[in-house]
């Protein structure tokens, strides 16, 4: 269990430290288009060379059959449009902002049970939301009109990558789990990078743009974006259960909001940092175990 809380937490790190590296790539020049195509073009090379090395040396067969591939590489699409919202969301916002704008797919996942399987939320669950909208608050540095330089078009991306990142866990717990993790991983970032190629075409693969240095940060955003972090997580959660693994991964909160003031000078105040504290409390609240009818709240 210690083991997968590890995989579980470093996951969460991988993908904070990755809203700073794209900021700093946008200021080299790059593009929307370039850095999101980059990520999953370099991370599907990734992980179907990573399988193909475990199918040549470990003798591991992999079963691929259109009936259990085309949902996993749909559910790809969502993870693409988490990346082109997310990172167009911090294209036009700061990226302590854009990362708490991402955040909110918290209380989204609670939204789309309630729509999709008439599941309401726990009384703790509701004070949690409280909890986070009023973290936002503080976080977002919004309480006064002053504060607010932000374009209405970037939060408005902000949202609606939390909306898909909501969508992308709810689809991702239920689609593709008799595979290894691997070969789910493969395939999702497969159809994520069709998915962004059609809304994209591949240009920076022929314009040379991979010769002046984007190369080097496809591997970079492959590697944190969609490598460890999929791959920690398939190995991490089933060993530490879907709660403690909902509090650990909200450590992607603190680390993108510390690299953010820490590489790209990102003003954080004292109160901002209170807000942050809030949220990662409403997350552990809106987690913890509940107690069994008549009995004590179990560990």
Not at 12 to 35: D, H, N, Q, R
Not at 74 to 90: A, D, H, M, P, R
Not at 117 to 125: A, E, G, L, S, V
Request: with cysteine.
């Amino acid at each position: 269990m210690i083991k997968g809380a590890i995989l579980v937490f470093l996951g969460a790190c991988s993908f904070g430290i990755l809203t700073t590296l794209v900021k700093i790539s946008y200021s080299e020049g790059f593009t929307l288009a370039e850095v999101t195509g980059a990520q999953v073009f370099f991370g599907a090379v990734i992980l179907w060379l990573i399988l193909a090395g475990r199918a040549l040396f470990q003798n591991i067969k992999f079963n691929f059959t259109w009936k259990n591939s085309w949902k996993v590489l749909l559910t790809g699409i969502s993870t693409g449009l988490v990346s082109l919202f997310y990172y167009k969301s911090i294209q036009e916002l700061p990226a302590s902002i854009g990362i708490l704008l991402l955040m909110q797919f918290t209380w989204i996942s609670m939204l789309l049970e309630i729509v999709i399987h008439r599941k309401f939320p726990t009384r703790m669950q509701w004070i949690s939301v409280i909890f986070i909208l009023f973290g936002t608050y503080l976080a977002g540095n919004v309480y006064s009109l002053d504060n607010i330089p932000f374009s209405l078009e970037g939060i408005g991306y902000g949202f609606l990558a939390g909306f898909f990142y909501a969508v992308f866990i709810w689809a991702n717990g239920r689609v593709g789990n008799a595979l290894i993790p691997v070969q789910k991983s493969a395939m999702m970032i497969t159809g994520a990078c069709l998915f962004i190629f059609v809304i994209f075409p591949p240009e920076f693969l022929w314009n040379g743009s991979l010769s002046a240095g984007l190369w080097s940060w496809g591997l970079i955003f492959a590697l944190f974006g969609t490598v460890i972090p999929p791959l920690f997580y398939a190995y991490g959660i089933p060993q530490t259960g879907v709660g403690l693994s909902s509090i650990l991964s909200s450590a992607e909160l603190p680390v993108a909001v510390f690299f953010s003031s820490w590489l790209l000078a990102e003003e954080v105040t004292c109160l901002q940092w209170v807000g942050v504290a809030t949220i990662l409390f409403a997350i552990v609240v809106a987690n913890r175990p509940l107690p069994p009818k008549g009995g004590k709240r179990t560990e």
